[in-house]
């Protein structure tokens, strides 16, 4: 662990008390964050065990900086799959549309992980940091006792009402079916299969499995169909049309669940009087940029740096807000923004395409140079950031 406390700050944290609530992946980068600069962590989460509804994630390197600054990067080579590629395909011919080389990416690698593997590792560090956690246990963040009790309870979370007053979530007019197939020999390529509205995202994930998750516009969900197990034929129909190898895949689908996607605005108020917010509890987003787990592993970090840099907790989280509102804010208008692009139709969607097939060949390296805003972004590299 040597080096680790000096890569959060100034050594203000140690021997402060931060409790978190929730203990998904941002609940548990921040407890392994604050505990590696010195503070007494305690997690609490209401489930019986630290699980993630799901199945795969993909860590981009803006994320994996902040965990490998954490003395992660074994972990992470050890469960994740390091992607060569990402490859937008044409959902109805079958054909990539283009490919963009991951591979000469600046820093750590982008991988591709179940979900339970990243939870796995990251709970494991957290106990050898001596974090402690506390499973089954719900409790209401405002009336723990701590220097800082962190909000990481999801889209639900009782403390973003507690600092912005109460607020249901909206339906995004997208709903996503998510299961996991076996593909021994699936490359370790993420491809986004595009058709008009409609789209399907494909990626290896540990154990020889690809993570499959398939997205289509409905005009409404019901708000007690949050999530439930759905018939795989009713995805398989959704998409009858597509080209034979999308069709293969489906065909392999026995098991799946389908969500309606929600979100909220952006909290206007992420912390104070010792009270703060992270991850999906302050900013949700639609999963078309693959950065929900990445911008909470971001929070969490510059959470605990920030912190580590102040005497005083409400300074800190002022710093902490400041830092972290307009990067999320970009990166949630991309991902939105992404939806349309994945779901055109008629000759928007044949420009697009072509758009996409001549960038690939002429400029290759370009769409990657557009991208370094959110993959090159370093968290760790200084307190004031990028």
């Known amino acids: 662990m040597t080096g680790h406390e000096d890569r959060i700050g100034g050594g203000l944290n140690r021997g402060r008390r931060i409790c978190v609530v929730g203990g998904g992946i941002g609940g548990l980068t921040a407890a392994l964050a604050f505990a590696r600069s010195g503070a007494r962590v305690e997690v ?21 900086r902040a965990l490998e600054a954490l003395g992660m990067r074994g972990a992470l080579d050890a469960a994740g799959i390091a992607a060569q590629a990402v490859e937008p395909m044409d959902a109805l011919s079958g054909r990539a549309v283009t490919r963009f080389d991951l591979s000469g990416l600046d820093g750590p690698p982008y991988r591709l992980f179940h979900r339970a593997d990243l939870v796995d590792i990251l709970a494991h560090a957290c106990r050898e940091a001596g974090v402690t956690v506390h499973l089954g246990t719900r409790v209401e963040a405002q009336v723990l006792s701590a220097d800082l009790v962190v909000g990481a309870e999801g889209i639900h979370s009782p403390t973003r009402a507690v600092l912005n007053g109460p607020q249901e979530p909206f339906f995004t007019g997208q709903v996503a079916w998510r299961a996991v197939i076996d593909a021994p020999d699936a490359p370790p390529v993420a491809r986004i299969w595009m058709t008009p509205r409609r789209h399907v995202v494909t990626y290896p994930i540990s154990g020889g499995r690809l993570n499959v998750v398939a997205v289509q516009e409905r005009q409404n969900w019901a708000p007690e169909g949050w999530a439930h197990a759905d018939d795989p034929g009713n995805l398989r129909h959704v998409f009858r049309d597509v080209a034979a190898p999308l069709k293969t895949v489906l065909a392999q689908v026995k098991e799946v669940h389908l969500w309606g996607l929600f979100r909220h605005p952006v909290a206007e108020v992420w912390g104070r009087s010792g009270l703060c917010l992270l991850g999906d509890a302050a900013h949700p987003t639609l999963p078309f940029l693959a950065q929900g787990a990445n911008l909470a592993i971001e929070d969490a970090y510059v959470l605990a740096q920030s912190c580590d840099g102040h005497e005083d907790i409400d300074a800190a989280l002022k710093m902490y807000e400041s830092r972290r509102k307009p990067r999320v804010k970009r990166a949630i208008a991309v991902a939105t923004a992404n939806a349309r692009k994945y779901h055109l139709s008629g000759i928007a969607r044949r420009v697009a395409h072509t758009g996409l097939k001549t960038l690939g060949i002429v400029a290759p390296g370009a769409f990657m140079g557009r991208m370094d805003w959110l993959y090159g972004h370093d968290v760790t590299a200084s307190p004031r950031g990028r």
């Open 44 to 64: 609490y989460e209401q489930a019986p065990a630290l699980t993630e509804v799901g199945a795969g994630l993909q860590i981009t390197p803006n994320g994996a």
